[in-house]
Protein backbone atom coordinates (compact mmCIF):
# COMPACT_ATOMS: atom_id res chain seq x y z
CA UNK A 1 0.00 0.00 0.00
CA UNK A 2 2.86 2.44 0.95
CA UNK A 3 4.15 2.05 -2.92
CA UNK A 4 1.50 2.42 -4.81
CA UNK A 5 1.01 5.34 -6.68
CA UNK A 6 1.25 6.52 -9.79
CA UNK A 7 4.78 6.70 -11.66
CA UNK A 8 4.57 10.45 -11.53
CA UNK A 9 3.91 10.83 -8.22
CA UNK A 10 7.31 9.91 -6.53
CA UNK A 11 8.99 11.78 -9.48
CA UNK A 12 7.47 14.99 -8.63
CA UNK A 13 7.63 14.23 -4.30
CA UNK A 14 10.66 13.46 -4.22
CA UNK A 15 12.26 15.60 -7.68
CA UNK A 16 14.27 18.21 -6.01
CA UNK A 17 16.54 15.81 -4.09
CA UNK A 18 18.07 15.05 -7.82
CA UNK A 19 17.94 18.37 -8.41
CA UNK A 20 19.39 19.69 -4.60
CA UNK A 21 22.53 17.39 -5.02
CA UNK A 22 23.81 18.81 -8.26
CA UNK A 23 23.41 22.00 -6.76
CA UNK A 24 24.31 22.06 -3.34
CA UNK A 25 26.88 20.05 -1.29
CA UNK A 26 24.60 17.13 0.14
CA UNK A 27 25.65 14.43 2.44
CA UNK A 28 24.55 11.30 0.73
CA UNK A 29 24.13 10.37 4.89
CA UNK A 30 21.53 13.28 5.00
CA UNK A 31 19.94 11.67 2.21
CA UNK A 32 19.84 8.73 3.04
CA UNK A 33 18.27 9.94 6.56
CA UNK A 34 15.71 11.39 4.61
CA UNK A 35 14.44 9.00 2.58
CA UNK A 36 14.20 5.99 5.35
CA UNK A 37 12.27 8.84 7.52
CA UNK A 38 10.40 9.46 4.56
CA UNK A 39 9.46 5.55 4.15
CA UNK A 40 8.72 5.44 7.74
CA UNK A 41 6.69 7.77 8.00
CA UNK A 42 4.71 6.47 4.96
CA UNK A 43 4.58 2.89 6.60
CA UNK A 44 3.06 4.47 9.85
CA UNK A 45 0.24 6.30 7.99
CA UNK A 46 -0.74 3.16 6.33
CA UNK A 47 -0.89 0.68 9.50
CA UNK A 48 -4.31 0.83 10.34
CA UNK A 49 -2.72 0.91 13.75
CA UNK A 50 -2.83 3.83 16.16
CA UNK A 51 0.63 3.91 18.17
CA UNK A 52 0.79 7.60 18.90
CA UNK A 53 0.28 7.75 23.00
CA UNK A 54 -2.82 9.74 24.17
CA UNK A 55 -0.73 12.63 25.52
CA UNK A 56 0.11 13.88 22.03
CA UNK A 57 -3.02 14.99 21.81
CA UNK A 58 -2.69 17.99 24.63
CA UNK A 59 0.29 18.82 22.76
CA UNK A 60 1.45 20.13 19.33
CA UNK A 61 2.13 16.88 18.44
CA UNK A 62 -1.31 16.20 17.53
CA UNK A 63 -0.99 18.05 14.03
CA UNK A 64 1.19 15.18 13.20
CA UNK A 65 -0.81 12.85 10.82
CA UNK A 66 -1.38 9.36 12.68
CA UNK A 67 -2.72 6.46 11.03
CA UNK A 68 -6.49 7.41 12.26
CA UNK A 69 -6.19 10.64 9.89
CA UNK A 70 -4.60 9.18 6.80
CA UNK A 71 -7.41 5.97 7.78
CA UNK A 72 -10.15 7.87 7.09
CA UNK A 73 -8.72 9.38 3.60
CA UNK A 74 -8.07 5.99 2.44
CA UNK A 75 -12.19 5.38 3.66
CA UNK A 76 -13.80 7.62 2.49
CA UNK A 77 -11.06 9.74 0.04
CA UNK A 78 -12.16 13.19 -0.28
CA UNK A 79 -10.78 14.82 2.85
CA UNK A 80 -7.61 14.14 5.07
CA UNK A 81 -4.83 14.30 2.31
CA UNK A 82 -2.05 15.30 4.24
CA UNK A 83 0.68 12.61 5.15
CA UNK A 84 3.07 14.29 7.83
CA UNK A 85 1.49 17.70 8.99
CA UNK A 86 -2.59 18.59 9.52
CA UNK A 87 -1.89 21.97 8.97
CA UNK A 88 -2.96 22.45 5.42
CA UNK A 89 -6.15 20.43 6.23
CA UNK A 90 -7.33 22.83 8.46
CA UNK A 91 -5.92 25.69 7.04
CA UNK A 92 -8.06 24.80 3.38
CA UNK A 93 -11.03 22.90 5.23
CA UNK A 94 -10.17 19.52 3.92
CA UNK A 95 -9.97 17.94 7.17
CA UNK A 96 -12.95 15.67 7.89
CA UNK A 97 -14.71 16.87 10.56
CA UNK A 98 -14.99 14.19 12.52
CA UNK A 99 -11.73 13.02 12.74
CA UNK A 100 -10.73 14.66 16.58
CA UNK A 101 -13.66 12.37 17.70
CA UNK A 102 -12.34 9.51 15.74
CA UNK A 103 -9.10 9.72 17.16
CA UNK A 104 -10.76 10.18 20.55
CA UNK A 105 -12.68 6.98 20.14
CA UNK A 106 -10.27 4.86 18.78
CA UNK A 107 -7.29 6.34 22.20
CA UNK A 108 -10.23 5.67 24.73
CA UNK A 109 -10.99 2.19 24.11
CA UNK A 110 -10.97 -0.22 26.86
CA UNK A 111 -10.63 -3.32 25.17
CA UNK A 112 -8.66 -3.81 21.88
CA UNK A 113 -10.62 -3.70 18.35
CA UNK A 114 -11.59 -6.84 16.18
CA UNK A 115 -10.55 -7.40 13.06
CA UNK A 116 -12.94 -8.66 10.71
CA UNK A 117 -12.30 -9.64 6.88
CA UNK A 118 -14.72 -7.76 5.05
CA UNK A 119 -14.04 -8.36 1.90
CA UNK A 120 -16.32 -11.23 1.05
CA UNK A 121 -19.93 -11.44 0.42
CA UNK A 122 -21.77 -14.09 2.89
CA UNK A 123 -25.24 -15.16 2.44
CA UNK A 124 -28.33 -13.99 4.60
CA UNK A 125 -31.48 -14.82 4.66
CA UNK A 126 -34.97 -12.97 4.55
CA UNK A 127 -36.96 -13.42 7.36
CA UNK A 128 -39.79 -11.21 7.01
CA UNK A 129 -41.21 -8.62 5.07
CA UNK A 130 -43.64 -5.58 6.18
CA UNK A 131 -45.05 -3.37 4.54
CA UNK A 132 -44.73 0.30 6.41
CA UNK A 133 -46.01 2.93 3.38
CA UNK A 134 -47.64 2.71 0.25
CA UNK A 135 -44.64 3.17 -0.89
CA UNK A 136 -41.87 1.86 1.36
CA UNK A 137 -41.43 -1.82 2.37
CA UNK A 138 -39.10 -3.22 5.34
CA UNK A 139 -37.27 -6.43 4.70
CA UNK A 140 -35.75 -8.58 7.81
CA UNK A 141 -32.85 -10.79 8.26
CA UNK A 142 -31.83 -12.95 11.27
CA UNK A 143 -28.15 -13.99 9.35
CA UNK A 144 -26.37 -16.65 11.19
CA UNK A 145 -23.23 -15.41 11.02
CA UNK A 146 -23.17 -13.37 14.35
CA UNK A 147 -20.36 -11.14 13.12
CA UNK A 148 -23.95 -9.24 11.16
CA UNK A 149 -24.61 -7.88 14.74
CA UNK A 150 -21.81 -6.38 15.44
CA UNK A 151 -22.52 -3.03 14.12
CA UNK A 152 -22.96 0.35 14.97
CA UNK A 153 -26.37 2.40 15.35
CA UNK A 154 -26.54 4.29 11.42
CA UNK A 155 -24.17 1.93 9.56
CA UNK A 156 -25.70 0.72 6.51
CA UNK A 157 -24.88 -2.69 4.33
CA UNK A 158 -23.79 -3.50 0.76
CA UNK A 159 -25.75 -6.09 -0.76
CA UNK A 160 -25.18 -8.13 -3.44
CA UNK A 161 -28.52 -9.10 -5.70
CA UNK A 162 -29.50 -11.06 -8.35
CA UNK A 163 -32.73 -9.95 -10.71
CA UNK A 164 -33.69 -11.72 -13.57
CA UNK A 165 -30.50 -13.10 -14.07
CA UNK A 166 -28.30 -10.00 -13.35
CA UNK A 167 -26.55 -9.21 -10.43
CA UNK A 168 -26.58 -5.95 -8.56
CA UNK A 169 -24.82 -4.12 -5.94
CA UNK A 170 -26.13 -1.56 -3.74
CA UNK A 171 -25.79 0.06 -0.22
CA UNK A 172 -28.67 0.23 2.38
CA UNK A 173 -28.71 2.00 5.70
CA UNK A 174 -29.97 -0.26 8.61
CA UNK A 175 -32.82 0.88 10.37
CA UNK A 176 -32.88 -1.66 13.10
CA UNK A 177 -30.76 -1.27 16.19
CA UNK A 178 -27.92 -3.18 17.76
CA UNK A 179 -28.73 -2.06 20.97
CA UNK A 180 -32.70 -3.15 21.06
CA UNK A 181 -33.10 -5.47 17.74
CA UNK A 182 -32.11 -9.10 17.32
CA UNK A 183 -32.32 -8.70 13.38
CA UNK A 184 -30.99 -6.55 10.59
CA UNK A 185 -33.88 -4.89 8.92
CA UNK A 186 -33.43 -2.20 5.84
CA UNK A 187 -36.52 -0.34 4.98
CA UNK A 188 -36.43 0.58 0.82
CA UNK A 189 -38.91 3.09 -0.94
CA UNK A 190 -39.04 1.87 -4.87
CA UNK A 191 -36.96 3.48 -6.93
CA UNK A 192 -35.52 1.02 -9.20
CA UNK A 193 -34.60 -2.66 -11.04
CA UNK A 194 -33.32 -4.08 -6.96
CA UNK A 195 -35.80 -1.95 -4.66
CA UNK A 196 -38.89 -3.07 -7.10
CA UNK A 197 -37.23 -6.69 -6.58
CA UNK A 198 -37.21 -6.30 -2.84
CA UNK A 199 -40.61 -4.69 -2.87
CA UNK A 200 -43.04 -6.61 -5.14
CA UNK A 201 -41.13 -9.90 -5.96
CA UNK A 202 -38.62 -10.81 -2.87
CA UNK A 203 -39.90 -13.22 -0.59
CA UNK A 204 -39.14 -15.03 2.72
CA UNK A 205 -36.22 -17.46 2.75
CA UNK A 206 -34.50 -15.69 -0.52
CA UNK A 207 -30.86 -15.57 0.21
CA UNK A 208 -29.21 -12.49 -0.72
CA UNK A 209 -25.28 -11.84 -0.18
CA UNK A 210 -23.92 -9.29 1.87
CA UNK A 211 -20.98 -7.34 3.54
CA UNK A 212 -21.20 -7.18 7.66
CA UNK A 213 -22.35 -3.97 8.32
CA UNK A 214 -19.88 -0.54 8.09
CA UNK A 215 -19.68 3.08 7.59
CA UNK A 216 -18.74 6.53 9.38
CA UNK A 217 -22.07 7.94 9.87
CA UNK A 218 -22.62 6.38 13.26
CA UNK A 219 -22.78 6.85 16.97
CA UNK A 220 -20.64 5.77 19.60
CA UNK A 221 -22.44 5.46 22.73
CA UNK A 222 -21.96 5.78 26.79
CA UNK A 223 -24.52 5.16 29.33
CA UNK A 224 -22.99 7.38 31.58
CA UNK A 225 -23.11 10.24 28.98
CA UNK A 226 -25.24 13.43 29.37
CA UNK A 227 -25.67 14.31 25.45
CA UNK A 228 -27.40 16.29 23.46
CA UNK A 229 -28.37 15.20 20.14
CA UNK A 230 -30.66 17.31 16.90
CA UNK A 231 -31.89 14.68 14.27
CA UNK A 232 -32.79 15.61 11.05
CA UNK A 233 -34.37 13.57 8.35
CA UNK A 234 -35.81 13.67 4.99
CA UNK A 235 -38.25 10.96 3.58
CA UNK A 236 -36.37 7.79 3.64
CA UNK A 237 -33.55 9.42 5.66
CA UNK A 238 -35.26 8.52 8.45
CA UNK A 239 -33.88 4.62 8.26
CA UNK A 240 -30.29 5.43 9.90
CA UNK A 241 -31.46 8.04 12.20
CA UNK A 242 -34.51 5.45 13.28
CA UNK A 243 -31.10 3.26 14.43
CA UNK A 244 -29.75 5.92 15.94
CA UNK A 245 -32.49 7.17 17.75
CA UNK A 246 -33.85 4.06 19.67
CA UNK A 247 -30.08 3.07 20.15
CA UNK A 248 -29.78 5.98 22.16
CA UNK A 249 -33.08 6.39 23.98
CA UNK A 250 -32.24 2.70 24.67
CA UNK A 251 -28.59 3.14 26.20
CA UNK A 252 -27.87 6.38 26.90
CA UNK A 253 -30.25 7.04 29.12
CA UNK A 254 -29.88 10.28 30.03
CA UNK A 255 -29.01 12.45 26.61
CA UNK A 256 -31.82 14.42 25.25
CA UNK A 257 -33.21 13.74 21.49
CA UNK A 258 -35.02 16.12 19.20
CA UNK A 259 -36.29 14.77 15.84
CA UNK A 260 -37.36 17.08 13.10
CA UNK A 261 -38.85 14.96 10.59
CA UNK A 262 -39.52 15.78 6.91
CA UNK A 263 -42.18 14.00 4.42
CA UNK A 264 -44.21 14.16 1.39
CA UNK A 265 -47.10 13.30 2.86
CA UNK A 266 -48.60 11.86 6.03
CA UNK A 267 -49.34 8.91 4.47
CA UNK A 268 -46.04 8.54 3.01
CA UNK A 269 -44.06 8.82 6.90
CA UNK A 270 -42.29 5.72 7.26
CA UNK A 271 -42.33 4.43 11.18
CA UNK A 272 -44.69 6.87 12.10
CA UNK A 273 -46.40 4.45 14.77
CA UNK A 274 -42.46 3.66 15.84
CA UNK A 275 -41.95 7.31 16.48
CA UNK A 276 -45.10 8.28 18.17
CA UNK A 277 -44.61 5.16 20.54
CA UNK A 278 -40.78 5.90 21.59
CA UNK A 279 -41.95 9.80 21.83
CA UNK A 280 -45.17 9.00 24.10
CA UNK A 281 -42.59 6.61 26.21
CA UNK A 282 -39.21 8.74 26.78
CA UNK A 283 -39.80 12.20 28.43
CA UNK A 284 -36.44 12.83 26.59
CA UNK A 285 -37.40 12.35 23.15
CA UNK A 286 -39.41 15.68 21.09
CA UNK A 287 -40.83 14.61 17.44
CA UNK A 288 -41.67 17.81 15.10
CA UNK A 289 -43.08 16.14 11.84
CA UNK A 290 -43.23 18.76 8.72
CA UNK A 291 -45.48 17.91 5.96
CA UNK A 292 -45.38 19.62 2.43
CA UNK A 293 -47.92 22.07 2.03
CA UNK A 294 -48.72 21.90 5.73
CA UNK A 295 -45.54 23.03 7.73
CA UNK A 296 -42.34 23.34 6.14
CA UNK A 297 -38.91 22.89 8.16
CA UNK A 298 -37.03 26.56 7.86
CA UNK A 299 -34.17 28.38 9.12
CA UNK A 300 -36.74 29.64 11.82
CA UNK A 301 -37.61 26.14 13.40
CA UNK A 302 -34.38 25.36 12.62
CA UNK A 303 -32.68 27.89 15.20
CA UNK A 304 -35.52 27.34 17.75
CA UNK A 305 -34.62 24.14 18.03
CA UNK A 306 -30.74 24.65 18.28
CA UNK A 307 -31.66 27.31 20.80
CA UNK A 308 -33.21 24.77 23.52
CA UNK A 309 -30.37 22.78 23.11
CA UNK A 310 -26.78 23.97 24.08
CA UNK A 311 -23.86 22.50 21.43
CA UNK A 312 -26.15 19.43 20.42
CA UNK A 313 -24.22 16.86 17.60
CA UNK A 314 -26.07 17.01 14.79
CA UNK A 315 -27.07 14.20 12.38
CA UNK A 316 -28.77 14.84 8.86
CA UNK A 317 -29.61 12.30 6.22
CA UNK A 318 -32.37 12.76 3.48
CA UNK A 319 -32.60 13.49 0.05
CA UNK A 320 -29.74 15.70 -1.42
CA UNK A 321 -31.34 18.96 -1.88
CA UNK A 322 -33.00 18.89 1.51
CA UNK A 323 -29.29 18.29 2.91
CA UNK A 324 -28.14 21.22 0.96
CA UNK A 325 -31.30 23.28 2.33
CA UNK A 326 -30.25 22.16 5.86
CA UNK A 327 -26.98 22.95 5.90
CA UNK A 328 -27.48 26.01 4.27
CA UNK A 329 -29.58 26.85 7.23
CA UNK A 330 -27.35 25.63 9.69
CA UNK A 331 -24.36 27.48 8.13
CA UNK A 332 -26.35 31.05 8.31
CA UNK A 333 -27.11 30.26 11.83
CA UNK A 334 -23.19 29.63 12.61
CA UNK A 335 -23.38 25.96 13.59
CA UNK A 336 -19.93 24.52 13.27
CA UNK A 337 -19.53 21.41 10.09
CA UNK A 338 -17.85 19.68 13.18
CA UNK A 339 -20.92 19.31 15.08
CA UNK A 340 -22.96 17.66 12.09
CA UNK A 341 -22.74 14.32 11.00
CA UNK A 342 -23.79 13.47 7.43
CA UNK A 343 -24.96 10.34 5.70
CA UNK A 344 -25.25 9.99 1.65
CA UNK A 345 -26.85 6.40 1.61
CA UNK A 346 -30.29 5.79 2.70
CA UNK A 347 -32.08 3.34 0.61
CA UNK A 348 -29.78 1.94 -2.38
CA UNK A 349 -31.25 4.57 -4.86
CA UNK A 350 -28.55 5.01 -7.60
CA UNK A 351 -28.96 8.43 -10.07
CA UNK A 352 -29.17 7.15 -13.86
CA UNK A 353 -26.74 10.87 -13.49
CA UNK A 354 -24.26 9.15 -11.20
Excluded at 76 to 83: D, F, V, W
Excluded at 194 to 200: A, E, Q, S
Aim: charged share 20%; with cysteine; glycine share 6%.
Amino acid sequence: TTLSFHFLEPLILSGWIYIAIFLFPVSIVAIGINQVVGLLNNIKSHLGYEFYPKFFDSTPLKYLVNSTHHNQHHTRYNGNYGLSLRFWGLVFGTEFDDYDRAVSQVKNRRKPARSVNNSTYRTIKISKIVSETHEATSIYFEPEDENFYNYLPGQHINLRIQVRGKVYERVFSLSSSPVVNDFLRITVKQHGVVTTHLRNEAKVGDEIQALYPWGQFNVWLNPNEDKKYLMIAGGSGITPIHSIVRSILAKEKNSEVILLYANKSKEGTIFSQEIKDLSDSHDNFTVLDFISGQRRLDKGILAQSLQSQTNPEIYLCGPTGFKRTIKTYLKDLGVSSNRLHEEDFADGYVSLFN
